[in-house]
DNA sequence: GAAACTTCTTTTGTATACAATTTTGTGTCC
DNA sequence: GGACACAAAATTGTATACAAAAGAAGTTTC
């Protein structure tokens, strides 16, 4: 009952192609945090045994995207504010010194692709589809960390955006427009200059901008907010 | 032919529990870099099936201590001097500042664990035990992180630690001595004193006095060293 | 003797079967 | 009707069986 594994038509389904397709669902918030992921039903989907399938959750798990209790299976991460307030200083620790180094190293063609890049997002939000223009704005910072040319942090800075993902999902405040497209563009704009000083004022502002942006006062970690919903 | 699980005598071999098992081991250098980590062999020494070996093979290779290739298995990493330079500049990143807010937020209670993790590193070092003396080391590390109130940082700050030590293994001066007990001791006592920027100078000298104790001029990638190895 | 081609062996990848645990449903008692 | 006990169903954890790939050894060919 294996899949003929047709090259061409059929990409081949991984326990990575899982990860991916799991990963981009959730920063599109195409699946809202708390989501149970049953591995009998992803298994369906995908076409593969729960062997892959566990695979591929132990590794969102790893990132933190995914939450996976002993017994009680997988589901779509739900960070705290406590978490929340923890990823967004990690971030402006990161970033600010990240973007710093991007502009002292971009290339021509690296400006292109971010370029290409905020075209995208703009795309993606005239085509009304925000999730997707939220997961294209965190593929903007994760390019930055590239350009940077340090692996390691670029792979920190990866983790952080994905979990900012679920942030967003859980504690935006509608009153406040996503507007990165100015923010984004002035930071291409000193990366392509590259105004070392500029790019590192500029992600930091940015940055605290986004988290300023979110509603964290404290609701007992997200607890009661079922109660509270409920006692209407 | 599973075990009876007495959780007394038998604790319960977990996937966990075979991960940090062989993360110790890698840290106190009684598994060398490049070493083939084979699932029947892991899977005969605890006691489980393959399936639990492969789980904490994953684990150990998400924080990168462990590289899997695909059917080619996995085998302790073994990074190339370029990822000890971005570890140690991720962590003069990091830690530093993460020292800084150990020192706003210690007790005493954790000054007092602090100090008693510098003992067993001297007790250690004492024994001839420099394997041990090293993964302490890395322990105080991480609590400093861990006393800043950041876990999220702190997570980072491990896996940096846990791979300092596979670059260690490779890339250790004989000449400079592992002389960290007075960089040690220095920073608890800033720690204690609730000095901040004491604290935040001593940890980044600290790192940067381990970088450059590194031999880390490039060699093809250490490739070559086995060329070099056979040329007598 | 070395390169290239066959087996044969070992090792990893995946599916499936079964055990253990949690969750859900049902009936009983008060 | 609600608290409890117990049985049934669903879900996860682990072992094992088999398929696929890589590695080793031996054979042929030049």
Redesign the interface.
Known sequence: MTRPADPITNPPVTSDSIAQALSVAIHEHRIAPGTKLGEDELSEIYGVSR?VVR?SL??LS?IRLVDIRRNKGASVASPSTT?AH??F??RE??EP?TARSAARRSTPADILKLERHIHDEHAALDANDSGRALYLSGLFHTEIARIAG????AG?IET?VARSSLIIALYWRRESALCEKHAHHALVQALADQNEQQAEELMRSHLVDLHSALDLRERNERTLSLKDALSS
Chains 1, 2 share one sequence.
């Open positions: 062997t695979a132990q590794t790893h978490e923890e990823v200083e990690a620790l990161l010194r340090q692996a390691t942090i920190f952080l």
